[in-house]
């Protein structure tokens, strides 16, 4: 929805579980020296200033990703990720900002990778653009081609997937403002993985107790589609993972939001494991 800036928001703990577990696959796809694609369906501005007056208004980045690097447990944080997050996160907080997935990919990502963005706002375009344009912060020589869409997601997913190189992920993580989001997320994901069924898929979904039964719905088609595909095939090939900051019950008024998840299919191997370990120390330093 054009309604929604995800400036008020970065670096909150949706980011965080988001971010990690899309660099864990970043991580994993640099094993090989083979070229990867990365497509981004949501991309937002793709670097957010801590002192935005957006994010200051909501705080949201001070209960989160600031509040885990205030913590005398953020070292253990960065020595237990071996991907890498938690290290990039902190070199960007040390300059003011947040880097979003576009410029976390940037960071992974190497010269002969494809690196495909999409952003439909017409202010936030603007903004990833020139973001993009950006220098990294972090010391590395080589970067992505970047190419940038400004379409409705399910369109620039049809037009690019699949992919020229046909390795790589696709991260889909919509507002969800609109009940209808959670059905066109899914519908989405089923057309994309028709067409490309070897990528990595990372699906956010946000936490909320008035949306149980849309994401329950969306989990299940997800899941069941990708275990009739793979019938027969004892690896497992959908992974999800979830973080609450609060109980539901302890959400009222417009607060709404009490956790988020991340449906992964295709994952990669060791990322269940990375992730559970991971997770419970998150619940513990964000948890209200």
Known sequence: MLSYIHAFHAGNHAD?????????????????????????????????????????KTGEA???????????????LKEIDSSGYFS?????????????????????????????????HPQVINELKS???????????????VSIHQRNASEMAKAVIPPAVKRGCVIIDPSYEDENDFTETTDLFLTAYKKWNTGTYLIWYPLLSHRESQIDRMKELITLTVEQHNAGNEDEKTLILELKVKEPEQMTGLAKLYGSGMIIVNPPYGLKEKAEEILPLLHKLLAE
Request: with cysteine; charged share 25%; aromatic share 8%.
């Open 62 to 76: 001070k209960s989160g990703i600031q509040k885990l690097f205030e913590n005398t447990e953020f070292k253990k």
């Open 88 to 120: 990039i996160a902190e070199e960007y907080l040390k300059k003011g900002l947040y880097p979003g997935s576009p410029e976390i990919a940037r960071c992974f990502m190497r010269v002969n990778d494809s690196l495909i963005l999409n952003e439909f």
């Open 131 to 145: 973001n993009m344009k950006h220098p990294l912060i972090i010391q590395k020589s080589d970067i992505p081609a």
């Open 16 to 56: 965080i579980i988001k971010h990690l577990t899309f660099s864990m696959v970043l991580k994993h796809l640099l094993k090989k020296d083979k070229p990867f694609t990365v497509i981004d369906t949501h991309s937002a501005s793709g670097i957010y200033s801590l002192s935005d007056e957006r994010l200051l």
